[in-house]
């Protein structure tokens, strides 16, 4: 019986079937000259700038691309492949070169996040996992820092894995909230796995468990001194009043850290539990705050001088609510030598190997240019040779501490205008260099000869 989970044995499979269709066809014509492939986003939406994510999943996958014996078996079942495809396949490995900018950065639209250099089946069977994993974590990621963002210095806490999109969904989303500044997160397997503080105390059916809302209260607080006591399950004030009563019973004794409101109007409730909490002296107890929150949300409240010190964001964060995907392509740019690009209205791409480079003035990001890969313009170049020959570079080992440090750079260096959460005026600038534009015109030239002949 095969896993219902997708893991290092069984990745190999997790792939649209048409890449080993088109496979087999260049295993059969003798196809296998080096190809580039470009993953990048065609168009922003949304967003003022993306937070480049995924990057580490992706080279786990390429150097851990295996065929198993159980997974030809299956192949086989299908009839569409020959016994001496199949045969190749037990020996496929993935030995190409993969160029990205660093997770963590920001980036923007029809700039190459990934670029794969690898012989033409390599490079095409890659692409479903491929495009996965760095849509789906660069679009969290991209989500995520916009609520951290409006937060301010208040801890934003990942409360968003109940109502994801499958358990990769929820476990790849801590990875790209740490990336992008969220402080900590429910989801325990996630802390496990990427070393973020995990956070949780109670819910409201704990609450309803107890004859008395005030012996749940007390027998929490028992076993968690220092817990977040959740007040909103009856009578969001008396639940609060219930807290100040205790704390007088219990006096030096009474350590809980804060309370959470997950209802009602936040910022009233906020306002009237914070002068509750002070008029009994318990200045120190913070307040947190949840229920259908996003940036948006956050901002008002912020704005609207909610005394909120943390907020705990679930389905919106997690789903993506406003933009729930990435425009993503990972397109074919070149081939045995020769620029290759995609004409169809809408859909162009860019050919050829290609940098990014950076501008900078006075410390802050002006402008992004887009060149050849071999043009050395002004600015810092962005995508850096992150694997080899199918084996990671020094700069394919960064850390997720790494990316988070590049995150936190790169957004300090951003115009101030991009960090708004309505479109900002004028969006960032991104160019192309005459050399990219020339290749451009080349290649439009030549498929217009080869398309149309005299």
Excluded at 46 to 70: K, M, S
Excluded at 111 to 126: H, M
Excluded at 370 to 392: K, S
Excluded at 410 to 426: I, M, N, S
């Amino acid at each position: 019986m095969p896993t219902t989970w997708v893991n290092d044995d069984n990745a190999a499979l997790f792939t649209d079937l048409y890449e080993l269709t088109m496979l087999q066809a260049y295993f059969r014509e003798g196809m296998d000259e080096e190809a580039v492939f470009d993953l990048f986003v065609r168009r922003m939406k949304r967003r003022n700038f993306l937070l480049a994510c995924g990057l580490d999943t992706v080279l786990h996958y390429l150097e851990t691309l295996r065929f198993t014996p159980e997974a030809l078996d299956y192949l086989g079942t299908l009839g569409l492949f020959g016994d001496d495809f199949l045969e190749y396949l037990a020996g496929f490995r993935f030995t190409g070169d993969v160029y990205a900018v660093r997770e963590g950065t920001p980036v923007f639209a029809n700039e190459p996040l990934l670029e794969v250099v690898a012989p033409i089946g390599q490079a095409q069977l890659i692409e479903t996992f491929v495009l996965n994993q760095i849509t789906f974590q660069t679009g969290a990621a991209s989500k995520a820092v916009r609520v951290v963002r409006a937060a301010g210095d208040r801890a934003v806490v990942d409360f968003g894995m109940r109502r994801m999109h499958g358990g990769d969904a929820a476990l790849k989303a801590v990875r790209a909230y740490h990336v992008a500044g969220v402080k900590a997160t429910s989801n325990v397997l996630g802390g496990h796995v990427f070393g973020m503080p995990v956070t949780g105390t109670m819910a409201h059916s704990y609450v309803e468990a107890h004859d008395h809302e005030t012996d749940a209260f007390r027998a929490f607080a028992e076993l968690y001194p220092e817990t977040t006591l959740l007040v909103d399950t009856y009578d969001t004030l008396e639940g609060v009043r219930k807290v100040v009563r205790m704390a007088r019973e219990m006096g030096e004794a009474f350590r809980v850290r804060a309370i959470r409101l997950d209802s009602g109007d936040l910022a009233a409730l906020a306002r009237e539990a914070r002068k509750i909490l002070d008029d009994a002296g318990l200045e120190r107890v913070r307040i947190f705050a949840s229920s259908s929150l996003d940036e948006y949300a956050v901002a008002e409240l912020l704005a609207k001088g909610a005394p909120i010190d943390g907020f705990g964001v679930g389905t919106r964060m997690g789903t993506m609510a406003d933009q729930p995907y990435l425009d993503t392509a990972y397109k074919l740019a070149g081939y045995a030598g020769r620029p290759r690009m995609k004409l169809a209205a809408g859909k162009v791409n860019l050919p050829g190997r290609k940098q990014v480079f950076r501008c900078f003035e006075d410390g802050r990001a002006v402008r992004d240019v887009i060149a050849r890969a071999d043009e050395d313009l002004d600015g810092t170049p962005l995508l850096e040779c992150v694997m080899r020959g199918g084996v990671r570079t020094e700069a394919g080992r960064r850390t997720l501490a790494d990316a988070r440090a590049q995150a936190e750079a790169g957004l300090v260096a951003l115009p101030e205008r991009l960090h708004a959460l309505d479109a900002a005026e004028p969006p960032y600038p991104v160019d192309l260099s005459e050399g990219l534009r020339r290749r451009i015109e080349e290649v439009r030239q030549a498929l217009a000869a080869e398309t149309h002949p005299a």
